[in-house]
């Protein structure tokens, strides 16, 4: 399990967003600790971002056609990418080395809202931090995920039991952009692109940083208000406005 902390930030529980940094991970322990931060969170306990790097993985929504894979499974296992069902909703995506995936594991009802503005609140919070770093990127009316002018940059897909939000979104870095050619991406025969490609130079840790910050913001709560990220896996962890632990 993710390590625990005795630190106590914020002025409430629905106030804090602990943040774990782990690393480099397999989608099923990836799914694992997803649902023991859920557990956590049902309980009682803050809500939580989880940052994850994949191996290369193609993972099927519940929206997932058949037509959507464009490669054999064999021809996919040679090239080293696994295939995985899922429960969250969407299509067909691609996660790999190069790629921020973030779950959140949110109290919805903790925090008022409903599932068409949680996905709101996810693609802002992108749209808003990238706007920071200059990258020109925007949402689709009719469509989930974060856009720009040559392709989709970040896909959302979410699955929500009881009131508490698994899975999350995945942010094109620097990823092997080829793999999404073995795919049809949630669907939609339109280009994807990385900030790599953008022109993006940045420092993914910071990134993260800025990133959950936002999404703090947009779910509703002070700029200012704590985040807490903890060290697992030999990872990083910070407080916000301190200095790394």
């Known amino acids: 399990m993710h390590p625990a902390t005795d630190l106590s930030l914020g002025d409430s529980t629905v106030s804090r967003l602990v943040v774990r940094r782990l690393g480099?991970?397999?989608y099923a322990d990836a799914c694992a600790l997803q649902e023991r931060a859920a557990c956590s969170v049902a309980g009682g306990g803050a809500d939580e971002l989880l940052y994850v790097e994949h191996a290369p993985v193609i993972t099927l929504g519940r929206g997932t056609d058949a037509r959507?894979?464009?490669?054999?499974?064999?021809?996919?296992?040679?090239?080293g990418i696994a295939v995985v069902d899922t429960d969250r909703g969407g299509g067909a995506t691609y996660h790999g080395p190069g790629q921020l995936v973030g779950y959140p594991i949110i109290?919805?009802?903790?925090?008022?809202?409903g599932v068409r503005a949680y996905l709101?609140?996810?693609?802002?919070?992108?749209?808003a931090m990238l706007h920071d770093d200059g990258v020109c990127?925007?949402?689709?009316?009719?469509?989930?995920?974060?856009?720009?002018?040559?392709?989709k940059v970040a896909a959302i897909g979410v699955a929500v039991r009881r009131g508490i939000t698994r899975h999350g979104f995945a942010l094109n870095i620097a990823p092997d952009l080829?793999?999404?050619?073995?795919?049809?991406?949630c669907g939609l025969r339109q280009p994807v692109t990385a900030l790599e490609d953008l022109g993006w130079h940045g420092n993914p840790a910071q990134l993260q940083r800025r990133l959950a910050r936002a999404l703090q913001t947009a779910l509703g709560e002070r700029e200012d208000a704590p985040v807490l990220t903890m060290r697992a896996a030999g990872s990083d962890a910070w407080v916000a406005g301190g200095a790394p632990l």
């Open 137 to 151: 990127c925007h949402i689709r009316p009719g469509l989930t995920g974060v856009w720009t002018t040559r392709g």
């Open 107 to 113: 109290d919805l009802r903790r925090r008022g809202l």
């Open 24 to 26: 480099r991970r397999g």
């Open 120 to 127: 709101r609140a996810l693609e802002m919070a992108i749209v």
């Open 178 to 185: 080829s793999a999404f050619g073995r795919i049809v991406p």
């Open 68 to 79: 959507q894979i464009l490669a054999s499974r064999t021809d996919l296992a040679a090239a």
